[in-house]
């Protein structure tokens, strides 16, 4: 399977990087010019209101999207013309970005659920050859996702339930320990 929108990067249990380590990245963007995404199991320990002044009633939880752009707000949703200037990823039904007035207006109007929408501070983000070579080395898997299971509140079993759809050969690589020298 090759990298395209719409896929997910699933991070080899060996890929000992600190902020990659272990993560689950949908891909909304991949073209000749590179690839961006947001990681999809790394929840902080912040809500909505926390970083929008006024907004005390949103209680959605943020996630840590990536390393680029740590300082600005993302949000990937099924919404589609609802959220103007929506982008879709792929063929799945799933957006990316869009008009923000539009998602705080949906927000109050309470037409939103947890599983509906996701917001990231920061994103990932590769330069054009940048991820084929993570990939030719090894650092990720590459499958198609299901929304269920990464829209799943419960971030922390994301990373070995995509390890466990890929096949019985990468579903034990899911029981590999965190940190092998503590086994």
């Known amino acids: 399977m090759i990298a395209a929108q719409g896929k997910i990067l699933v991070a080899q249990p060996f890929l000992n990087d600190g902020y990659f380590k272990r993560s689950v990245i949908l891909l909304t963007e991949h073209n000749e010019h590179g690839t961006m995404g947001f990681v999809m199991n790394k929840p902080m320990h912040l809500r909505l209101k926390d970083v929008l002044p006024g907004m005390q009633d949103l209680m959605n939880p943020l996630y840590k999207g990536g390393p680029v752009a740590d300082n600005q707000l993302f949000f990937i949703h099924r919404f589609g013309i609802e959220?103007?200037?929506?982008?879709?990823?792929?063929?799945?039904?799933?957006?990316?970005?869009?008009?923000?007035?539009?998602?705080?207006?949906?927000?109050?109007?309470?037409?939103?659920?947890?599983?509906?929408?996701?917001?990231?501070?920061?994103?990932?983000?590769?330069?054009?050859?940048?991820?084929?070579?993570?990939?030719?080395?090894?650092?990720?898997?590459?499958?198609?996702?299901?929304?269920?299971?990464?829209?799943?509140?419960?971030?922390?079993?994301?990373?070995?339930?995509?390890?466990?759809?890929?096949?019985?050969?990468?579903?034990?690589?899911?029981?590999?320990?965190?940190?092998?020298?503590?086994?």
């Open 83 to 183: 959220i103007n200037n929506s982008m879709p990823i792929g063929e799945s039904g799933w957006f990316w970005g869009g008009n923000f007035e539009d998602v705080i207006k949906l927000l109050r109007d309470h037409k939103v659920s947890h599983k509906d929408i996701r917001f990231f501070v920061g994103y990932a983000g590769w330069e054009e050859k940048q991820l084929p070579t993570e990939i030719e080395e090894k650092a990720w898997f590459i499958n198609d996702p299901d929304y269920s299971l990464i829209m799943s509140e419960d971030a922390d079993h994301i990373w070995g339930n995509e390890l466990k759809r890929m096949g019985s050969n990468y579903a034990i690589l899911g029981n590999f320990p965190e940190d092998p020298s503590m086994n």
